[in-house]
Each structure stands twice: as C-alpha cells, then as structure tokens.
C-alpha cells in the first residue's frame, strides 16, 4: 500500500520536471452549484494532463539497468504522451503501443517526444495485450497506466498539492477511470486532512469502480465524451486503497459532462476535455451533496478535439436556451423574410443561420418552411423572440 511518504518523495522526484499546477478559487462556479469550488488546473501541464505525475516518478524510480533496457507503454492518450516526454527528458527509450484507432493528432505528439509509437489491434485490451508481449520478448520495463505503486503515488502529488495551498478543504471529487489517481490522491488527502471526504466521480457508461465496491458484476460499454475515464478494468492495487477509505462514486450522466465542459470555458476560461471535466461534472449533478462545502477540484486534462469542443459548446448554448433553433411555417409570398427578421431583430435577437424550404418540404404550394438559427443573451430574451414571432407566425422549437 502507498504511504503519505510515497507520495511526498515522489513530490521531491518530479519536482522541475512536472508543473505545479495552480489551485484557484471560482466565484462562478461557486454561484451555480452552493458550494465554495477551487479548481486544482492540471490541463495546464506540458502534455496537457496530469498523467505526467506519475510517469515522471515511475521513471525516476527506475534503475540504471532498467534504464538501459528501455520502457514499454499502451495507451489511446495521456499516459502515452506522458511516458514518451519524459523518458526523453531522462534519456530512456521508449515504446508505445496505441490501438489503430487512435487519433493522428495524439499518435503525432507522442512520436513527436521521440518514441517508437507502434499502432496495434482494434481495442485497448488488444493493444495491451501486444505491450505484454513485447515487453516479455524484448526485456522492456513496462509501464502501467495505473496499476503500479510508483505511478500511484505519483498521481498522489496531485491532491498533496492540492491540500497544501487549501488545508481547509472539505471535499475532494476525482475523475475515476482506473483508479490510480483517485487511489493516490486518498492517501495524500486523508493523511493531511482526517475529515476530509474524497469522491470518485465515472461517467454513466463506464462506472466499474462504483459496480464493484457494490458488489455487482461489471457492465460497461456505449459512446462517451469522456474517453479518458472509459475503462473496463480498474487497478487491483487501486481497489484495494479506495475500497478501504472512499467516501462515495458519483456516477455521472454524460450530458453533465458536457455542461461541465461549457462551464469551464466559460466561467474558469480553460479548456477541458471530457474526463478532464468530470469532477465538475459530478458536482453539477450532486450539488446537494456539496452546498456549503470548500470542495477541490482537479481539472485532470485539457486534450479535446477542436471539433468537438465546438459542438459542445454550441449544444450547451442550445440547451442554456441562448441559441434558437426555430422551425416555422410561412406563407409563401414575398415580404415574408424580411418581416421575420425585422421580428428578430426588433427583438434584438442575432440571425446566425437561414435554411428556407419551398418546393417540397411544406403541405401546400401556398406555404413554405423555414428553419432559422438565432442568438439570444438568455432564456428570458429568448422566449420574448419566441413570442414576437408567433403573435404572426406558427414556430416550433427545435
């Protein structure tokens, strides 16, 4: 089991290689979920995720024969991208095997530190299995995304910075995916602070943590925005220290990951991605849980796709109500356009698309459809668009 020492050594091996990252506290989030919230900014590290905590000191903990043999790692993502710098920082090298399906702009950045990225098998388990193998085959150290002392307690400096510049918190919430992170970040939290109470937060779709400390059999699988916490198998080692100490999962549902998303960008002004995310996520859907409490959390990753980090925010906006998509009948005769955006922006709406349908779309040769996308300030100045349209014309929100 990984002690506070563990991880307060591991703290003085990283230290100049990893960042510490800054505990800042958010009035925004603050307002909208009752709870006095600091967000713990590791999307600011140089790969964009904590990850490096713990690959940074279970590289230093290697010895020189180890060193001179190389390292092995399998992973779609951060843990690549971890492993890969700083085995280069220390002059060690390394392989990463990441499954096909792994998008070019991650395999790109993992070789760009200098590793021998090998693309292999159609699955996570598929890709870890090659490692295994290679490992075996070529005397290469290989290193675990989770389920390894040093990595544990590397991930742990995380919480102990966090408990350093806030001693006071009351509540920690930690993204779950196999475990390493939140395994670590109880020893340092709890050794700290006794009465702190640490949660783990998983998406809906991957929750294995949650299914096996209630003692059910565990059924993952479906889409999932937070990519980086979908795992089947948690850490053994990492069970064995949550299952102990843990004072609850909150099993998040994937629309509150997105929100979470939207709201850091907007309130935090920092880009997470989808488990980078989730800690805010869970607190969006448990505030009650929270209301009143000082509550830490991490910000883990910052790595989202462009594209969809645009679609997020552009459905948040929808669901928030500040962006109209508006479907009308009308009737085909000339004028119409003009009067419905004299409407709009009357209304002080912002016209940010037109598609207008004649010939097939609509019942009858006399009529057509329109579908207009509009920018509105809030949910109050978007109903008053709404009604400024249907005082003359059939709308329908879509």
Do not use: C
Not at 87 to 106: E, H, N, R
Not at 248 to 264: C, D, K, M
């Amino acid at each position: 089991m990984i002690t506070l020492a563990d991880v307060e050594k591991a703290s003085e091996r990283i230290a100049g290689r990893v960042i510490r990252t800054p505990m800042l506290p958010n009035q925004a989030i603050s307002r909208a979920t009752g709870a006095e919230v600091f967000l713990k900014l590791d999307n600011m590290q140089v790969t964009g995720a904590f990850k490096e905590r713990g690959a940074a000191n279970r590289l230093a903990m290697l010895s020189d024969d180890e060193r001179a043999k190389g390292v092995i790692a399998m992973s779609a993502g951060n843990h690549a991208q971890a492993v890969a710098r700083h085995a280069s920082l220390l002059g060690i090298a390394a392989t990463i095997v990441m499954p096909k399906f792994t998008p070019t702009t991650k395999v790109s950045r993992t070789r760009s530190w200098g590793a021998n990225v090998l693309l292999v098998g159609e699955t996570l388990a598929e890709a870890a299995a090659h490692a295994h193998e290679l490992a075996v085959s070529e005397s290469l150290v290989f290193i675990h995304p989770y389920d390894d002392p040093g990595i544990i307690a590397g991930q742990g400096t995380l919480a102990l910075e966090m408990l350093q510049d806030v001693p006071d918190l009351d509540a920690l919430i930690i993204p779950v995916g196999g475990g390493g992170l939140l395994a670590g970040s109880l020893v340092a939290a709890t050794a700290l602070s006794p009465v702190i109470a640490v949660f783990g937060a998983e998406v809906e779709t991957y929750a294995p943590m949650a299914q096996r400390l209630a003692g059910r059999t565990v059924s993952v699988g479906g889409a999932t925005i937070a990519e980086g916490i979908a795992v089947r198998d948690i850490g053994e080692i990492p069970y064995e220290m949550v299952r102990r100490r843990i004072a609850g999962i909150l099993v998040t549902p994937e629309r509150a990951i997105e929100e979470a998303i939207g709201l850091l960008v907007e309130a935090a002004k920092t880009v997470a991605e989808g488990a980078g995310a989730a800690g805010l996520a869970a607190l969006l859907a448990y505030p009650e849980r929270f209301r009143g409490k000082k509550v830490g959390i991490p910000v883990t990753g910052g790595n989202i796709d462009a594209r969809i980090l645009s679609n997020v925010l552009l459905r948040d906006l929808l669901r928030d109500g500040r962006l109209l998509r508006l479907h009308l009948q009308i009737p085909d005769r000339p004028g119409v356009l003009a009067d419905i955006a004299g409407k709009i922006g009357d209304s002080g709406g912002n016209i940010i698309e037109v598609s207008h349908q004649r010939l097939f779309a609509a019942a009858s040769v006399q009529a057509a459809e329109l579908e207009v996308m509009v920018e509105a300030r809030d949910p109050i100045h978007a109903n008053a668009i709404v009604e400024a349209l249907e005082r003359s014309y059939i709308v329908r929100r879509v």
